[in-house]
């Protein structure tokens, strides 16, 4: 059992990963280890174009590496699958299915082959009550906030219960306000759900508040993991009690410094 929960959960071992263009071969990552534990919090963070989101689709298993492996739960990851649900930045409901139906898709798709047709509506029910959109499920897409639609795309990637959440910039698009909102209902979600999750971001407070570690990727061509911070602020965690605790403010410190003292946008990261 002990040995079992010590043993990482998703393993990124030796990947490189090289894009073909028209321009020739891009090589965009580079020898990435990565070892995440099950139920642990990793944010990615790094500056435009490092190579974050290429990094999270082949954990999803959108792409394939050029070199090396990966591996989810002792298996390798060989394409997308239901374990591995992915939030995108700019949530791909599809527009015409309301927000109940959006979510039920999903949940009908990995579990109604074995499930009845209540447990489905009750899978779905929950899940959407989960991130307070209980009130709001037979509304369209376009009849709700940007928020809201981000909350809803939560809702369908947990209602999978996915042995990992793999997370592109969720809030990205968000008004700062909705965005805290947000990033608080996920540390309640994720404290109840024990979820694993890998979440990119360019938001270092975001990164500290949520993160269990930070891997700090330097800047590409060719990027790789620069650092990683170990956060080892308690749980639960309280945003405003944190902004003056010290374990905080020096895990924001040590992101900003790697990210503008040491990695500055537009310096090449080649050794
Ligand atoms: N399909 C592709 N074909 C060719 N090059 C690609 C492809 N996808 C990404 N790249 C390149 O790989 C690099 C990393 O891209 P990626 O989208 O992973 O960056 P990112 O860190 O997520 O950036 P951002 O923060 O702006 O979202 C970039 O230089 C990008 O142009
Ligand atoms: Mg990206």
């Known amino acids: 059992m002990t040995t079992q929960s010590l043993a990482p959960f998703v393993r ?3 990947a490189d990963m090289v894009f073909t ?3 020739g071969k ?3 990552l580079r020898d ?3 070892d995440i534990a099950r139920g642990e919090f990793v944010s990615l963070i790094g500056h435009s174009g490092c190579g974050k989101s290429t990094l999270l689709n082949l954990i999803a298993g959108l792409l394939r590496p050029t070199n090396g492996g990966l591996l989810c739960d ?3 990851i060989a394409g997308p699958g239901p374990e591995r649900a992915v939030v995108f930045q700019n949530h791909s409901l599809l527009p015409w299915l309301s927000c109940f139906d959006n979510v039920m898709l999903a949940v009908e798709t990995v ?3 074995r499930e009845s047709k209540p447990r489905l509506i009750e899978r779905t029910e929950a899940a959407l009550q989960l991130v307070g959109m209980g009130h709001a499920m037979a509304k369209r897409p376009h009849e709700i906030s940007g928020g809201m639609k981000q909350r809803v795309g939560i809702a369908r990637a ?3 219960e996915p042995k990992v959440l793999l997370m592109d910039e969720p809030f990205g698009a968000l008004d700062a306000l909705t965005r805290a909102h947000l990033q608080d209902e996920l540390l309640k979600i994720v404290a109840a759900t024990h979820s694993t999750v890998v979440m990119v971001t360019h938001d270092v407070d975001e990164a500290v508040l949520l993160s269990d570690r930070i891997v700090m990727m330097t800047n590409g061509p060719a990027a790789t993991i620069g650092e990683i911070l170990p956060v ?5 965690r309280d945003r405003v009690a944190l902004a003056e605790d010290p374990v905080y403010m020096h895990a924001r410190k040590a992101v900003i410094d790697f990210l503008y003292t040491r990695h500055r946008h537009g310096e090449s990261a080649a050794a």
Do not use: C, D, S, Y
Request: proline residues 12%; hydrophobic residues 40%; aromatic residues 8%.
């Open 21 to 23: 263009t028209k321009q």
């Open 12 to 14: 990124v071992q030796q």
């Open 232 to 236: 080892t602020l308690a749980r639960p």
């Open 111 to 113: 579990f109604g082959p």
């Open 74 to 76: 002792g298996r390798e």
């Open 26 to 28: 891009f090589p965009a």
């Open 32 to 34: 990435i280890n990565l």
């Open 158 to 160: 947990l209602a999978m």
